[in-house]
């Protein structure tokens, strides 16, 4: 191959484009749904990638040290779904064909699919720009833990597909912000720059200097035409020898190129129609049929793209070989994070707590973290600028420096939302991220958050000063609906632990769980310690804490309000009632219970109390009444908004005599 890039690209590279697009158009014309037009106007810039740079093999998707190619803008996902089938991935014709329909593997925006070469689901704009931040930092920190001279185990580079909307959205000021200061040089952003958006031209909103934006973050940009594949070449090679920055290229591009409707608005998110599409066809000397055309030659020529990425990897596997004889220790470890593996007896180091001395359980949360960190070392945390409040940092963890990647801890700064989606990025490249901060900001969190959930990513998002016990920091700080709002997500556990020993139960559940993310929520003020035995009963979700015989009803609650909850019980007990309290740290682990252990912890028949500071939308499922809060807080000493807000033995027991 030829090293000059003017001479590198010939008339089978510009076929290769246009079946690329093609494919796109096709697939969204048969769908009659989709956006065709950032596929006609990236797809030279994603040949120039896929066939040139990107170190991938296709015949195994999940190869470790493989680059990853993230398509921020989602909406142009036919565009990466002719990638995939072109280049040899599991994604057959007939896939394309099926486009956004039931049950295929090629829905409208491209959800996560490792075995079919999708990196991490993408759609919501600024997603996968966040996301990626992740997974370059996580390249940096694995290859501080197992690089050795010669013998470069992990050294992939991050490749993002980014447009106009990605840009715009905030997550990816954030995201920018703490890639550069991190210096990721491994990030190389193609900045799809059409200068077109949903309402029209982006000038109606969007006057912003994007370049002199990246330097400020301390990013290496360039500028080319996004239609000149030699010039992207170029600056792809500029991008790589890059080592120190993140790079930015703007690719200026035509949306809709050589369509009717180039340059025009119309064609970001609607079909071309067919007349639209025969003139495109036209203007690209593309036969009218068959649909889905793929010229023999546009095959042999990605096939050998495929065969190469093969060798690259069977010559990584002969160094990993070489590299496992001669460091032994280190293969292990290898082996243990290839494998998913949590190290053997990490959940059996459980703090000491004293019984006489009540405590946060933001404070047991930090204790937990104390004692398993040093055995996991692939358990990467960080807060959003609260490491003192949320009690995230573990005793003698390294923080991470743009100097120095083998530490385990990250400073995120104030930047919530890019927090969550970089906590994803980790997680999807097989490291246990969790991530801090108050309950009340998870609102900044929740888009990435969601796509955790959708993804099913093993992410730990850490909540503490969960209630009105904030106290004098008032009711803008106060969560009052978060707790429900997370509950209503799907595949997200939530779980809010009563004292310090349900918090190391609710760490183990999180840890162990790989299917889906899981929030803790941690209080601010100190709470009693329960009986230690006992509170295993959170490893269920929900359990029986204190029993009467033959009980006529139930209080159950969750975290410090099951403290409330225990005092009410006394008071009824002093008028000969008998009252049982349960402890419901987790609705969704709790539900996940066979119903024979649930109708044994809460009978739907008995007249049942629950108890929680929060809103009481959704209680209905496990109560007759709520003692809730379906307003906002008030600033003041927390003892006093509790009293005054209704959250006293005497309410709680009242409101159980009521329904006795």
Not at 545 to 571: C, F, M, Q, W, Y
């Amino acid at each position: 191959m030829k090293n000059e890039p003017s001479t590198l690209y010939s008339d089978i590279d510009i076929l290769a484009a246009n079946t690329i697009r093609m494919l796109a158009v096709d697939a969204v014309q048969q769908a009659n749904s989709g956006h065709p037009g950032l596929p006609l106007g990236a797809a030279d810039i994603a040949l120039v990638l896929w066939t040139r740079f990107l170190k991938h093999n296709p015949g195994d998707p999940t190869w470790m040290n493989r680059d990853r190619f993230i398509l921020s803008a989602g909406h142009g996902s036919a565009l990466l779904y002719a990638l995939l089938h072109l280049s040899g991935y599991p994604m057959p014709l007939e896939e394309i064909q099926r486009f956004r329909q039931w049950g295929s593997h090629t829905p409208g925006h491209p959800e996560y699919d490792p075995l079919r070469g999708v990196e991490t689901t993408t759609g919501p704009l600024g997603q996968g720009f966040g996301t990626a931040v992740g997974i370059a930092l996580a390249e940096r920190l694995l290859a501080a833990r197992f690089n050795q001279l010669g013998f470069p185990i992990i050294d992939h580079y991050t490749y993002v597909l980014a447009s106009d909307g990605d840009l715009m959205e905030g997550i990816s000021h954030e995201a920018a912000s703490l890639a550069g200061h991190l210096g990721l040089g491994r990030l190389i952003v193609l900045y799809d720059d059409n200068h077109i958006s949903i309402d029209g031209p982006t000038e109606l909103t969007y006057s912003d200097d994007v370049l002199q934006r990246f330097r400020a973050y301390h990013w290496h940009v360039q500028q080319v035409d996004g239609h000149d594949m030699a010039a992207i070449h170029l600056a792809i090679q500029k991008a790589i020898a890059e080592k120190r920055r993140p790079s930015l290229i703007a690719c200026r591009t035509h949306i809709g190129y050589k369509s009717p409707l180039q340059d025009n608005a119309k064609v970001h998110g609607a079909p071309l129609g067919e007349e639209n599409l025969r003139q495109t066809k036209e203007a690209f000397n593309w036969p009218l049929e068959p649909r889905f055309y793929v010229p023999d030659e546009v095959r042999a020529y990605f096939h050998q793209i495929h065969e190469r990425g093969k060798a690259m990897q069977v010559q990584w596997e002969r160094m990993l070989s070489r590299y496992c004889k001669k460091f032994p220790e280190l293969a292990r470890l290898w082996n243990q994070f290839a494998a998913g593996e949590l190290p053997p007896g990490w959940e059996e180091n459980l703090p000491i707590f004293s019984e006489e001395k009540p405590m946060a359980t933001r404070v047991a949360s930090g204790k937990v973290l104390d004692a398993i960190a040093p055995r996991m070392p692939f358990l990467i945390g960080g807060s959003a600028d609260l490491t003192s409040s949320v009690n995230t940092l573990p005793q003698g963890a390294k923080r991470i420096t743009s100097q120095d990647f083998s530490g385990s801890y990250i400073h995120f700064g104030v930047r919530e939302h890019a927090m969550a989606a970089i906590l994803n990025g980790l997680a999807l490249h097989g490291l246990r991220p969790y991530g801090g901060t108050f309950l009340v900001f998870s609102d900044y969190m929740r888009p990435a958050i969601r796509l955790a959930a959708l993804m099913g990513t093993p992410t730990v998002f850490v909540f503490t000063h969960d209630t009105i016990a904030l106290g004098e920091d008032g009711p803008t700080h106060q969560p009052v609906e978060h707790l429900m709002s997370l509950r209503a997500m799907p595949n997200l556990w939530v779980i809010r632990p009563a004292d310090a020993y349900e918090t190391f139960y609710a760490w183990q559940v999180a840890l162990k769980r790989k299917e889906g993310p899981t929030a803790l929520i941690l209080t601010r003020q100190a709470v009693p310690l329960l009986s230690p035995e006992k509170a295993k009963g959170a490893l269920k979700g929900g359990y029986i804490l204190e029993d009467a015989e033959n009980p006529e009803g139930i209080l159950v609650a969750t975290g410090s309000e099951v403290h409330l909850a225990l005092k009410a019980r006394a008071l009824l007990a002093e008028k000969g009632r008998r009252v049982r309290v349960v402890s419901l740290p987790s609705f969704e682990l709790f539900a996940a219970q066979p119903e024979e252990y649930r109708r044994e912890v809460l009978p739907p028949g008995l007249p049942t109390v629950a108890v929680e500071a929060g809103a009481t939308l959704g209680w209905e499922r496990y109560a007759h009444k709520v003692v809730g809060l379906d307003r906002f807080g008030a600033s003041a000493p927390y003892p006093e908004v509790y009293e005054k807000l209704g959250f006293t033995p005497e309410r709680v027991a009242g409101t159980l005599e009521e329904l006795l």
